[in-house]
């Protein structure tokens, strides 16, 4: 009968033996911003969606997702990333005493949070970041080649190769898995060829955008190097408008064109003045106007007392005629 009764206890401490480990992966932070694909542990991560202990965290090759975790801190993981929340003890509800991530491959931006600086420590193929109240960005390659860029406070790079400090802005450290290690100095474009990939430290040359307060560090000159910022050149030759802006002027000179009509107009009526004086050669009017005038007995009726004295003068040789006639005839009875 014992052994019977055994059985249910037993059933029960596996269960809780089961439930356990689910019980200890506490959230340690949650997502405030993602884009394009994002996934967790338990599958895809949407904004707000809680982080936890352990947990992997991974991007496409467009993703991107920002993290803040409970004291504070921020992480971003860009696009084709790999990263582990390896560790996180609690100190209290405002800090941690240990944070720490494995950083497989890909690209990120760390902000410290409220903890102590020893509290925090990233974990790269290369070596290990020590952080003092700072903000960096940095990248691991396929092959584990590793570049950190100091934005803010302090920073030191640990690997094989020995150690080299971070002390100011734009600092910059490439090493690789083998403990080759590059002296730190002003980050530039050159960076990019160094690491080969043109992706690489997206968040400084503006390939990604970040937002919020974590989005507004960054800069270094690097920009130049994006192919967005060589897109972000081409709205100069959108001043193409500015051949639109000469058609004002082209406008005017139409108007110019009608202002030769405007002469014309009164040039074109001329001839309706000239017309009296193309009436000159109806001055015949006035000779007749003239030999109406004659009418009144002035000079002109001389032309008809002329036509009078020659009707006159006809009758006169008529009527000699007559008497010659008449003198023939009877000079012709008296013979």
Not at 81 to 110: C, N
Request: charge should be positive; glycine fraction near 12%.
């Amino acid at each position: 009968m014992w052994g019977w009764r055994a059985v249910p206890v037993a059933m029960l401490g596996i269960a809780l033996n089961g439930a356990w480990p689910a019980l200890a992966a506490e959230p340690v932070g949650q997502a405030v911003v993602i884009k394009t694909q994002v996934t967790g542990q338990s599958g895809p991560i949407e904004v707000d969606t809680r982080v936890h202990r352990n947990e992997r965290i991974k991007t496409s090759q467009s993703g991107l997702g920002q993290f803040v975790f409970r004291d504070g801190t921020k992480l971003a993981v860009g696009w084709g990333s790999s990263v582990v929340i390896d560790k996180y003890v609690f100190d209290d509800s405002q800090s941690v005493k240990k944070l720490t991530i494995r950083a497989a491959k890909g690209t990120f931006r760390w902000v410290s949070g409220n903890s102590s600086s020893s509290a925090y420590q990233i974990l790269t193929p290369a070596g290990t970041i020590g952080v003092r109240g700072t903000a960096f960005d940095f990248y691991v390659g396929p092959d584990g080649t590793t570049a950190v860029v100091l934005l803010n406070g302090a920073a030191s790079f640990c690997g094989p190769g020995g150690c080299r400090q971070l002390q100011q802005r734009c600092d910059c450290v490439v090493a690789k898995p083998n403990g080759d290690m590059s002296a730190a100095r002003r980050v530039d474009p050159s960076i990019l060829a160094t690491l080969g990939n043109q992706r690489a430290l997206p968040f400084l040359s503006g390939n990604q955008r970040l937002a919020g307060g974590i989005g507004m560090l960054g800069g270094c000159n690097m920009a130049s190097a994006a192919p967005e910022r060589k897109d972000r050149a081409r709205p100069p030759p959108a001043v193409a408008p500015a051949p639109q802006r000469q058609d004002p002027p082209q406008r005017q000179a139409e108007p110019q064109k009608e202002r030769p009509n405007k002469p014309d107009k009164p040039h074109h009526d001329r001839p309706h003045h000239d017309k009296p004086h193309h009436d000159k050669p109806d001055r015949p009017d006035k000779h007749d106007g003239h030999g109406r005038h004659d009418d009144d007995g002035k000079p002109g009726n001389h032309g008809l007392d002329h036509r009078g004295h020659e009707r006159h003068h006809d009758r006169d040789r008529d009527h000699d005629n007559d008497r010659n006639r008449d003198r023939g005839h009877n000079f012709n009875r008296g013979r």
